[in-house]
């Protein structure tokens, strides 16, 4: 099983600040297949990022995903009122799918 | 588009069987596609736990094999989720979700509204 540490557990940040998330894999992650999801206070989680750095439907371009092998990045370029969140990793490289424990982006 | 929605009891007791149901909408399970289980308890992380694809295969969380089944039931267009001897540790909101694409292990980008079940006597 592959554990995903994020870090850190909370982001607090400004509208307009960079943020920078970060995703850690106990041992490599198959080329493309780290994903992100955006969930808010009550709400369904939402997939924003797939295959590494691709983004889902009608997530806009201030988000960005990079990495590999065991490290990842979820950068959101400037923050946005509604970008307050908080976002999990997944891996889905080996099953079974995990999970990181979450980063909350507060202001 | 395709929609999901769950349901079922919000409260078991300990020891007993959760029973949970997600209905499909927009989409024929016939047609087949991977369908999936995720939780998570209060204020934490998610879990998956497990994938079916309509012909019977099944993918579980290895956490939870023993006590864990999904099924689909393609005349109703619906999939379920048993979860035998429960405990408080499996409080939690449950969602069916599907996968981008129709492989066992992908991303989930249609979720279900989610169902909180609370295990307490």
């Given amino acids: 099983e592959i554990l995903l540490t994020q870090s850190p557990g909370t982001l607090s940040l400004s509208p307009g600040e960079r943020a920078t998330l970060s995703c850690r894999a106990s041992q490599s992650v198959r080329s493309s297949h780290l994903a992100w999801y955006q969930q808010k206070p009550g709400q369904v989680p939402r997939l924003v990022i797939y295959g590494d750095s691709t983004r889902a439907t009608g997530i806009p371009d201030r988000f960005s995903g990079s990495g590999s092998g065991t490290d990842f990045t979820l950068t959101i370029s400037r923050l946005e009122p509604e970008d307050f969140a908080v976002y999990f990793c997944q891996q889905y490289s080996i099953l079974p799918l995990t999970f990181g424990g979450g980063t909350k982006v507060e202001i | ?121």
Wanted: hydrophobic letters at 35%.
């Fill in chain 2, 1 to 121: 588009q395709v929609q999901l929605q769950e349901s079922g009891p919000g409260l078991v007791k300990p020891s007993e069987t959760l029973s949970l149901t997600c209905a499909v909408s927009g989409y024929s399970l016939s047609n087949g596609f991977f369908w999936g289980w995720i939780r998570q308890p209060p204020g934490k992380g998610l879990e998956w736990v497990g994938t079916v694809y309509p012909t019977g295969n099944t993918y579980y969380n290895p956490s939870l094999k023993s006590r864990v089944t999904i099924s689909v039931d393609t005349s109703k267009n619906q999939f379920s989720l048993r979860l035998s001897s429960v405990t408080a540790a499996d409080t939690a909101v449950y969602y069916c979700a599907r996968p981008r694409i129709s492989v066992a292990n992908n991303p989930f980008d249609i979720w279900g509204q989610g169902t909180m079940v609370t295990v307490s006597s």
